[in-house]
């Protein structure tokens, strides 16, 4: 793969992983735009590796916290995870309909739903239902306030982000906002969430590389740029939008799904052969 296009893809994914407006859609739709053949299996690894490095150093303190209480251990740090000793059990348990989903529909996540028509109607779908519960949401919770059914709707809503085109971020934060968390705090439950989820599918990653051949690509040039790429736009990406969230909203994000789902769909009709 030429090095420009491993550093475009990566930028992409690390932009738009933490941004609720779709990783996979903007990877599909940027290499459909410009004739590319779609990354290997390598450089899927890359990406994955590279946000899983992202969310894990932004959020080492918290995590460290997190896990330290889970098992009882008392430990200064983040008021609202100080509040909060279960949050460990709770992000597991939110963690569960994910992968199930995975496993269940892998393979049409992979091949019938990749497709600019589901893409564009999930991009429209969500995008709506993030309106509403902007509209809807009081915004009076914080993670201190997470309790079990909290955790049990956003992580179903997660299981959602299977269908390209979602946004794991876009449907758990919406899920959040349903469940009246603020948007800050619905916001890093969802990138918190998103750890486990996203090391289980490098891990399926690299182990399917493992039975295809070993994992000498691991080493080469374009894996190692596509990491550090996306790992480093995606910790400025996070560390930019929880910030805008302390006083902004979701709906330029809104906007742009709708706008963005819209343009999708009418390419894929203009493109389609005759």
Excluded at 10 to 35: D, K, N, R
Excluded at 96 to 120: D, H, M, Y
Excluded at 167 to 192: P, Y
Aim: aromatic letters at 10%.
């Amino acid at each position: 793969m030429p090095l420009l296009q491993v550093i475009v893809l990566a930028l992409v994914q690390g932009l738009t992983e933490f941004l609720p407006i779709s990783s996979t859609a903007h990877l599909y739709l940027t290499s459909w735009l410009f004739g590319w053949q779609l990354e290997g299996l390598d450089f899927d690894i890359a990406l994955h590796i590279g946000t899983l490095l992202a969310v894990l150093l932004y959020f080492a303190r918290d995590w460290v916290q997190i896990i330290a209480q889970g098992f009882g251990i008392r430990m200064k740090g983040d008021e609202e995870l100080t509040h909060n000793h279960m949050l460990l059990w709770l992000l597991a348990v939110a963690t569960v309909p994910v992968g199930i989903a995975g496993l269940v529909f892998n393979k049409q996540a992979e091949t019938a739903w990749r497709n600019p028509f589901v893409i564009g109607g999930m991009l429209i779908a969500v995008g709506v239902l993030m309106y509403l519960a902007e509209k809807a949401g009081r915004r009076q919770r914080d993670l201190s306030a997470v309790g079990l059914p909290d955790a049990v709707a956003i992580g179903v809503a997660q299981a959602l982000a299977v269908v390209p085109g979602t946004s794991r971020s876009g449907i758990t934060i919406t899920a959040g906002l349903f469940c009246n968390m603020t948007r800050e705090s619905a916001a890093r439950f969802s990138f918190l969430l998103s750890t486990p989820a996203i090391a289980a599918a490098a891990g399926k990653a690299l182990y399917d590389m493992h039975k295809k051949g070993g994992l000498h690509g691991l080493l080469h040039t374009d894996f190692l740029v596509g990491v550090a790429v996306s790992a480093i736009t995606g910790c400025l990406v996070i560390s930019w939008f929880l910030h805008y969230l302390r006083r902004g909203g979701l709906r330029p994000f809104v906007y742009y799904r709708i706008v963005f789902g819209i343009i999708v769909i009418a390419l894929a009709f203009i493109r389609r052969p005759a």
